[in-house]
């Protein structure tokens, strides 16, 4: 069967694999949509540390259920639209042993630490695979990256009474965007892109702030009678931006770093002691599909809003092209497979 593959940086080619191999415990799924991440992005540019080439990439999944093994619960059915938690988990590490085995010690992702699915069909354990009757095939590929966001969400503690800041509008920070609003916070986004901040709007922002253009300090002391924001999730990954979270989260309050600088990052060490932050790290997501599948269902349409171009899958190479040349405007890209 087909597949693309990242051969060396910004090479990607088709290539022949093997038909999936099924065990008991699985299910056979054909490709429908694949969504491109940041992660991608930067293998294709030979600058993600986790990747080693040649590589399938592929972890935003969307497909159809096309067999399952004799142990699949009848709860998946073949012909159910899917999609597919694209992580790994030891089950021994620290992180496992304490139920948070979205951060496995030994996490082998879909696309990064072993082939992905921008193929025809994989085979993956049906414990691994959510359902949904009412997204669209585009709609079931942007689960995933919700689901970092929403996850990001979560390990801030996020609730009603929160005035939270997300730094970054891209589809990850989105993500925990619309996490907030659906508990209840009231949310200000921030970016450099006008177009990334209208969408925010959309999505429940009450206030949006350009970075490139607006004092930030006095944006946000105005909004918060000068006290500061109660939780920072950071989504943009540069120092400038880390530090831009320790300056302006309230005394006691938390920053949620999702984004991570390629770069070594000098940060304020005396403003994390002297406001006594909690600082959390975010990697992935945990347990919180079901909870994204049922956030998109309310309005799908909406979502939908996140995809800038969908590539037929002979170009994929041209898609990747495409992202490396114009990363500014791309929010996301989908690859239909089928």
Request: hydrophobic content about 40%.
């Amino acid at each position: 069967m087909k597949a693309f593959a990242i051969q060396q940086e910004k090479t990607i080619q088709a290539i022949e694999m093997a038909e999936p191999q099924m065990s008991a415990t699985d299910v056979l799924i054909e490709i429908h949509y694949i969504g491109l991440c940041g992660s991608d992005l930067s293998s294709y540019r030979g600058l993600m540390p986790f990747v080693t080439l040649p590589r399938v990439p592929g972890h935003e999944i969307s497909g159809v259920i096309l067999k399952k093994g004799s142990a699949v619960p009848d709860t998946l059915t073949v012909g159910d639209r899917v999609t597919v938690s694209p992580y790994t988990r030891c089950g021994v590490c620290p992180s496992c042993r304490s139920g948070r085995d979205n951060c496995c010690q030994y996490n082998q992702t879909l696309g990064v630490q072993r082939d992905g699915a921008l193929t025809e069909r994989i085979a993956v354990p049906f414990e691994k695979v959510f359902t949904s009757t009412k997204l669209s095939p585009t709609g079931l590929a942007l689960v995933e990256p919700f689901s970092v966001g929403y996850h990001g969400a979560n390990r801030g503690e996020v609730r009603e009474t929160d005035t939270v800041l997300v730094i970054g509008c891209g589809t990850i920070g989105m993500g925990a965007l619309s996490a907030a609003v659906r508990k209840g916070a009231n949310v200000i986004a921030l970016d450099i892109d006008d177009s990334k901040l209208e969408k925010a709007r959309r999505f429940g922002a009450a206030h949006t702030i350009n970075s490139s253009s607006e004092n930030v300090r006095k944006r946000i002391d105005a909004i918060t009678n000068n006290e500061g924001v109660s939780v920072v999730i950071e989504a943009a990954g540069s120092p400038a931006t880390f530090n831009m979270a320790l300056d302006l989260v309230c005394f006691s309050g938390r920053i949620v770093t999702i984004g991570y600088s390629k770069n070594e990052t000098g940060i304020k060490t005396q403003l994390i002691v002297s406001k006594e932050l909690n600082i959390y790290g975010s990697r992935n997501a945990l347990r919180v599909f079901p909870a994204v599948i049922g956030m998109i269902e309310q309005n799908e349409a909406l979502f939908l809003e996140m995809i800038t171009k969908i590539f037929p899958f002979d170009e994929t190479p041209e898609a990747f092209a495409y992202w490396d040349a114009n990363p500014g405007t791309v929010s996301k890209i989908l690859i239909k497979v089928k």
